[in-house]
């Protein structure tokens, strides 16, 4: 168990994630990673007839779902003894686990690496500098490619002395994490009705944590379903478990989400049912939760919520389905806002008429 084991390593201690009353202290930056709010989204659940929540990532110090996976990455790697004092953190990531990561190297006094795909917000990119990391775009290429943006950060570290590659996509630290928070705070928050579980994967971690912790509560009776944007192979891969995984084609404007492959975090979890949310419905979900919920975020976590509703309508009215708000909107404000970005992906007739208010 990755957070019950040493937790201190020399430096501030850092308390477990637990459930805590609205009066406790945390522990410096570090110790309030995690115990997000559960939000019952009212106007979908009126709509459908059944009770959905998101978990509000957003809400987290670091403004992402990923201030976890970082957190629960750092911590192994210093009792492991892998990363020492002054030490040099290195990812590849889409942004949001780099500003985690950043976020809690400035707390424990590293410095921090991150190569990224030059195809993300530039919002990503200006906040991690201003984070003081050192941040290395380069060309989006298949994971295949050894110019891919992973590949280029574990050489990197492995060049550079006192450099760790925290691997947040096959490290299973990240999963691990999401097995000892997100999962049990789901589940407590919900007094255990938890009917399903569903939301989008990058590096797995998320969905291979949360998954395994609430089948085993339930004793297998959540469902537990993937949702996969268009471009990625995860949906086909779980429908047609042993076929043959073809090359990665297509794209969408979510971020951070989606795979060419089954990553180490992702193998053997318990997933009962795999969904594809395309662009359109993510995008038109942006503007209806900014409309009728009040809530801003980004098109990955609109597709979670798309897909919430979805495994909602197949399961018996009154149930419970749960999934996670990534982040907010603020992180893709130049491109899910601005018109002429929406227009030219061919979005805008998706988005309804009366929601044109909020693009600029």
């Known amino acids: 168990m990755l957070l019950r084991r040493l937790y201190t390593t020399g430096r501030a201690s850092v308390p477990r994630l637990t459930a805590k009353s609205s009066e406790s202290v945390a522990a410096g930056m570090v110790g309030s990673i995690g115990n997000t709010p559960l939000i019952h989204l009212e106007s979908l659940s009126r709509r459908v007839g059944r009770q959905i929540f998101g978990k509000a990532e957003q809400m987290s110090v670091g403004g992402s779902v990923k201030d976890r996976a970082a957190l629960g990455l750092i911590v192994d790697a210093e009792e492991k003894g892998l990363l020492k004092p002054g030490g040099v953190v290195v990812e590849g990531t889409a942004g949001n686990t780099g500003i985690g990561l950043a976020h809690i190297c400035l707390a424990r006094g590293y410095k921090c690496v991150i190569f990224m795909p030059d195809t993300q917000s530039q919002e990503k990119i200006d906040l991690l500098r201003s984070l003081g990391c050192d941040v290395r775009p380069v060309p989006a ?11 280029q950060a574990q050489r990197f570290a492995e060049e550079t002395p006192g450099a760790y590659w925290t691997n947040q996509f096959d490290n299973l630290a990240n999963r691990a994490i999401h097995y000892e928070t997100t999962g049990p705070e789901i589940w407590h928050q919900l007094d255990g009705k938890v009917d399903g579980f569903v939301c989008a994967t990058g590096t797995g971690g998320t969905l291979a944590g949360v998954s395994r912790y609430l089948k085993e509560k339930s004793d297998g009776a959540t469902q537990i379903w993937l949702a996969d944007p268009p471009g990625s192979v995860l949906k086909d891969v779980f429908t047609n478990p042993g076929a043959e995984i073809g090359p990665r084609s297509g794209s969408s404007i979510t971020e951070g989400i989606g795979q060419g492959r089954v990553t ?17 419905e993510s995008i038109a979900m942006v503007f209806d939760l900014l409309a009728n919920e009040g809530i801003s975020v980004g098109s990955s976590s609109a597709l979670n919520v798309v897909a919430a509703i979805k495994m909602a309508q197949a399961l018996p009215e009154g149930s419970s389905v749960a999934t996670v708000i990534c982040d907010s909107a603020a992180r893709y404000q130049s491109r899910l806002f601005n018109r002429a970005w929406i227009e030219a992906k061919g979005l805008l007739d998706a988005i309804p008429e009366e929601h044109h208010k909020f693009l600029s």
């Open 264 to 280: 180490n975090n992702l193998a053997d979890s318990p997933i009962d049912k795999a969904i594809r949310v395309d662009d359109e």
């Open 141 to 151: 290429v298949a994971y295949e490619d050894p110019q891919n943006y992973n590949h």
